[in-house]
């Protein structure tokens, strides 16, 4: 090995052996997500973390040594580890330690990975000029300690396996998922690998997908609209102060996004915090516009985004061509839902556009049939508008789609619901680790985030327009809730968040995905779709496939 190659870490052996595709994802993407059993790893190992104690030379062991935290590596292995523990054996050689909160299988033979993890801690102690012929596997649940025999052979096959690991991980893609494996519902990045969604989508499984995509975390968005307002820290908690009002407090752990409107001040600390939670803060106009975000360390998902940088031109056409093919099938199933009078001529134009977006020869004819159907389906918008609403309706109705500025309440709440929308699917972006601006479909010109409107182009019809008919057809928002100027319309405060209340309750909607037909929600099906499109960029998965509802 020479002295510039980066170490592996022995634990990164305990992965390998245990999902060649998770150590893939720790090792050389970086990629980590908490759980329950990860939190409960670190505090069983508050104990042996504490660094205490140093290892004598080799030829003066033997006089009780007890080491814990001991950080060891070899370049000439290729090999670095922290061990927990250390202990005299007694007879001149040293016993590695390796605490594991679990168990041990069920016929009570160790694990084999933790074997492999322990084997290399013992092959450096050796390459240290340390005698060692046996380690300890402690699992802490049943307080149990399993001595494991080491020779040559053992100490072989751990630095081979790590050569292996080092030969998959210069690959440009991961490995293929495990297939119906019991490994993956407790594995902590399932969410990001969707073992059984990419099975299926490769057909390499036959069974349907199980249901163990993580459920939707507690954390949500934290809006603060109110024109003045300061965010500021207090105890762990997101603290928002405003002008005649007694402050407002969220725990930081339900914080997913913090999304400041107008001349709102957040503080440095606020900043920092957020930042390596892993929060993104996003900054919008005072009627709603999406100006910026800001995110501590970007992803280290670095091939991703070369890949993203670099995908050709016919790719990009065939994921461009899925998305608005689902788009306009999304819009068709809304109108068909909600239309109040006979609509069959424009859903049977719908259909016929959808099939010919799937075989669009070039952007620019797919870009005339996304227009044509738009104009269809926007001109029948105000149809599925309730009477209570009618004057809303005509007055869309006369003016038809039109944007900055909004002449009219529908097109004011069209445009405030898709920025919202923008916002979710850039921070959804940010955290798989793709870049917002490199797009498929829409130019990136103009400074415009082209992936994420690319990708919320199919979530238009599902999650903002039917927001939208919601709050129009209950009542939840009125003519009182906009104001008009010389220039157009706007929503006032009160009446934007009413928008943010309803446009969050319609992603909590728990919806069956259409492909792998367990039910998730809206909020979680974003990150599912944004995946997808990751593992299609880089090169895993063949083909972009659309939500799409019936």
Request: include cysteine; hydrophobic fraction near 40%.
């Amino acid at each position: 090995m020479t002295a510039d190659i980066e170490l592996l870490p022995a634990r990164m052996l305990n992965e390998y052996v245990y999902c060649p595709r998770l150590f893939y994802f720790e090792w050389v993407d970086k990629r980590w997500a908490p759980s329950h059993d990860t939190e409960h790893g670190s505090f069983v190992h508050r104990a042996v973390d504490k660094r205490a104690g140093s290892l004598p030379e080799p030829e003066d062991v033997g006089n009780g040594v007890k080491v814990t935290a001991l950080q060891i590596e070899s370049h000439a292995l290729g090999l670095v580890a922290v061990l927990d523990r250390v202990d005299d054996g007694g007879d001149g050689t040293l016993i590695p330690v390796d605490t594991k909160k679990g168990k041990p299988s069920e016929s009570g033979a160790p694990w084999s990975a933790d074997v492999v993890q322990l084997y290399a801690q013992a092959a450096l102690l050796r390459d240290a000029g340390y005698e060692v012929d046996r380690g300890v596997l402690y699992y802490a649940e049943i307080n149990r300690r399993i001595t494991i025999p080491i020779g040559d052979v053992e100490v072989a096959a751990a630095i081979e396996l790590a050569d292996e690991a080092r030969e998959v991980a210069a690959r440009p893609t991961p490995p293929l998922p495990l297939v119906a494996s019991n490994r993956c519902p407790r594995c902590s990045l399932v969410g990001l690998c969707m073992p059984d969604e990419t099975n299926a989508l490769l057909r390499r499984d036959d069974e349907p997908p199980r249901r163990i995509v993580p459920r939707d975390p507690d954390a949500r968005p934290v809006y603060v609209t109110t024109p003045g307002a300061a965010v500021g820290i207090k105890g762990g908690r997101l603290r928002v102060v405003q002008k005649g009002a007694a402050p407002v407090e969220v725990r930081l752990i339900d914080v997913a996004q913090l999304c400041v409107y107008g001349s709102v001040q957040v503080s440095t600390q606020v900043l920092t915090e957020l930042w390596s939670r892993g929060v993104p803060v996003l900054w919008f106009s005072y009627n709603g516009w999406l100006r910026g975000w800001a995110q501590g360390e970007m992803s280290k998902y670095v091939q991703l985004r070369i890949a993203q940088a670099q995908v050709s031109e016919q790719r990009s056409l065939a994921i461009a061509t899925a998305i608005v093919a689902g788009k306009i099938k999304n819009s068709r199933t809304l109108l068909r839902r909600n239309a109040r009078t006979d609509v069959s001529p424009q859903l049977s134009a719908l259909a016929g556009m959808a099939e010919s977006a799937r075989s669009a020869a070039s952007a620019a004819e797919l870009l005339g049939i996304e227009g044509a159907a738009a104009r269809v389906y926007f001109g029948e918008f105000s149809g599925m508008v309730s009477d209570s609403n009618a004057e809303l309706a005509e007055e869309f109705d006369t003016n038809g789609r039109r944007r900055r500025p909004a002449p009219d309440p529908i097109n004011a709440l069209l445009g405030y619901v898709y920025a919202l929308l923008v916002k979710d699917v850039v921070a959804v972006c940010l955290a798989v680790g793709l870049d917002p601006y490199i797009g498929v479909y829409h130019k990136p010109r103009y400074g415009r985030p082209a992936l994420a409107l690319d990708l919320m182009e199919e979530f238009r019809p599902l999650l903002a327009d039917s927001a939208i008919l919601s709050m129009l057809n209950n009542g939840e928002v009125t003519s009182g809730d906009f104001e008009r100027r010389s220039r157009g319309c706007w929503l006032t405060l009160q009446g934007r968040r009413k928008v943010i209340r309803a446009y969050e309750r319609r992603l909590d909607v728990q919806v069956t995905h259409p492909v792998f037909r367990y039910k998730i929600s809206y909020r979680r099906v974003l990150d599912v779709q944004a995946r997808i499109l990751a593992g299609v960029l880089i090169g895993e998965l063949r083909q972009y496939t659309p939500m799409v509802t019936r």
